[in-house]
């Protein structure tokens, strides 16, 4: 089993950056497909980034290319995701998950463990 732990959120205005962490403990995180997914209030969880076990597949929901990257740092146990030029219409919890395969998916069902998620809020 692994733990996942996500930091980085915060209050930024629309246009600004930030940058979340997810490290993850327990087991290393080399041997998951990790993903990132966002909650609003009201709202369901959607899919957001994913990146393949060895980090050269990665996935975006239409909405953030271009602005978002995912990365992973296998020797750290850590995945990041990089945000630039943030929207209001960002704004959320923010969580990580881990999935047991090889496939990069952005179906929520599909991963089997999930951080507890880090807020993020873009002031317009």
């Not at 600004?16 to 369901?44: D, H, I, N």
Request: charged share 15%; hydrophobic share 35%.
């Amino acid at each position: 089993q692994v733990q996942l732990v996500e930091s980085g959120g915060g209050l930024v205005q629309a246009g600004g950056s930030l940058m979340l962490s997810c490290v993850a403990s327990g087991r290393t995180v080399s041997g998951y497909v990790m993903g990132w997914f966002r909650q609003a209030p009201g709202k369901e969880r959607e899919f957001v980034a994913a990146i393949s076990r060895s980090g050269d597949n990665t996935k975006y929901v239409d909405s953030v290319k271009g602005r978002f990257t995912i990365s992973r740092d296998n020797a750290k146990n850590t995945v990041y995701l990089h945000m630039n030029s943030l929207k209001p219409e960002d704004t959320g919890i923010y969580l990580c998950a881990a999935r047991i395969s090889s496939i990069v998916s952005s179906t929520v069902g599909l991963y089997n463990y999930w951080g507890q998620g880090t807020q993020v809020t873009v002031s317009s």
